[in-house]
């Protein structure tokens, strides 16, 4: 695993930009996984500038998506397709068939876990998979539990989940509690993976991730059996990391 630390979020936004950006530079018609949250908003806001000012192509880029609230349909203002339009897609080139998310109004939810996983397979897997990392070491919404999830699943989001995403919502009461989320088995087949972490408050969960044993009470311990993982990630959200193990 590479790890780069970097002084700010600005800095760290740019790092792991500059790492999508080199994947889509290196293989055009590449296949991305993306995440959402605050963290990554930062990275996306470079990758519209470098497209805008003609450095960056999105026209034969393929996209999936970790995951999406049920219950929720891709118009709300909350669902992670919207995020995703409104941080990404309409700021670049990309072409919207390209770009896939699970339905969370599906009408039957696990049967739209095992329509993503096949399309997961015939897409070939991800060339590179951008995660952040939820308080509680959660990697997409694979929340801690008694064994690693492979396939993409349905969810029960976790208190902790809920309380912190509530903040984009008028009130904890609205945050949707389940949700449909790409499973162990589909991030860890991505060739390469990404992960950005930043701030304070996520320094104990990169502790237990990457520093610690790998197990299902820590999602995001099983990147350390990946083979090609880079974490980036600002002073403060590496803090607790060993310092031999920081750039």
Known sequence: M???????YEAMSLEAASLI???????????????????????YERLQEWHRAGQLCFAGVRTVNLDEYLG????HCQSYHSYMRRRLFDGVDIDPANTFLPDGTAADPWEECRRYDRLLREMGGQDLQLLG??????IGFNEPGEEFVLPTHVVELAESTVRANSRLFSSVDEVPRRAITMGIGGIMGARRVVVAVSGEDKAEAVELAFAGPVTPRVPASILMLHRDVTLVGDRAALARLPKEMRV
Do not use: F, Y
Request: aromatic share 0%.
């Open 72 to 75: 929720l349909a891709p118009e």
């Open 133 to 138: 990392l939820g308080h509680n070491g959660h």
């Open 21 to 43: 950006a080199a994947q889509i530079r290196e293989k055009p018609d590449c296949v991305l996984g993306l995440a959402t949250g605050s963290t990554v908003i930062g990275a």
């Open 2 to 8: 590479r790890v780069i630390e970097t002084e700010d």
